[in-house]
């Protein structure tokens, strides 16, 4: 008899709309904006911020009304058209500073750290960890932040199509760095996770988006109901190894903050513990994602149905 978990996984749609839409326009606009912003500076670079941010705000209606349902819902009121170009204006800002933190250019930012404490004690215990973030914000200030560390050393966790294009993207950034990325949907891919988190390296996953052929979990979300995935969660605790949660915040001007939190240790959970542990990381993920969604909820670049055809869409 299946199971709960397999039957809303076979009721999802064999690749999610972010898969097929979302991630094409990002890569689009990172092209543009590593262009400008490696002849124009930064400075420069963000005069022409408002006319990239004014055209895909124009001429991507279907991403436009996802974000508008999603900042209806994040808001508690109908947004405003200076709400929904700010949304699109703060993910092209942290595609733009990409290029300079590839480039090391830490000199440009401000950056406040929450949490740096426990990255630091994990690295020290050299059983390494897995960090979950979100499509929030910008996961480069987090890998700045994670530089500072000695001895951290970290393997992003993503789809193949994904880790294809931003390995590509990076190297055409910056030459010199070679990030490490694991590429998922492969047959050896947990072992090479198990084998990274063996070395003492963490490994990255970003929880917030199902590929849409996999094992959810609902949980409430934003006052709905919602389904998160449960792999890497699930991964961990079979690994038996600790969670973090990680969120890089824009703040306007050239202000970001990074926080690390608790998410889960699954170091002692026996294995008749273990499907209980995993749902309750995963409700403690999503009630953590929800708290900065709600408190910077234009960094949260919701541009797919994340609800799936919810009727309070319009």
Partial sequence: ?????????????????????????????????????????????????????????????????????????ALGREPTAADRFRHVLTFATTIHDRVYLMKERLDLFDISVAGEELVRSAVEAGSGAFLMGAHVGSFDIIRTVGQRQPGLQVAMAMYEDNARRVNAMLTAINPAAKPDV??????DAMLKIQEYLDRGIFVGVLGDRTLGNEATQEVGFLGRPAHFPIGAMRAAAIMRRPVIFMIGLYRGGNRYH???????????????????????????YAGLLEK??????????NFFDFWRGSASER
Avoid at 292 to 301: H, I, L, T
Wanted: aromatic letters at 12%.
């Fill in 292 to 301: 900065y969604v709600r408190s910077d909820p234009y960094n949260w670049f």
């Fill in 182 to 187: 694991i590429a998922l949907g492969r047959m």
């Fill in 258 to 284: 990074v926080v690390f939190e608790t998410l889960a240790d699954f170091s002692s959970v026996e294995p008749r513990q273990r499907s209980a542990a995993v749902r309750a990381a995963v409700e403690r």
């Fill in 1 to 73: 008899m299946a199971s709960k978990a397999d039957e809303v996984a076979r009721s999802r749609p064999s690749a999610a709309e972010w898969v097929r839409h979302r991630e094409r326009g990002s890569m689009a606009m990172l092209r543009i904006m590593t262009f400008l912003s490696l002849r124009l500076g930064r400075a420069g670079g963000r005069i022409f911020l408002y006319l990239i941010a004014a055209y895909f705000f124009t001429f991507a209606p279907t991403a436009r009304r996802h974000a508008r349902t999603y900042l209806r819902t």
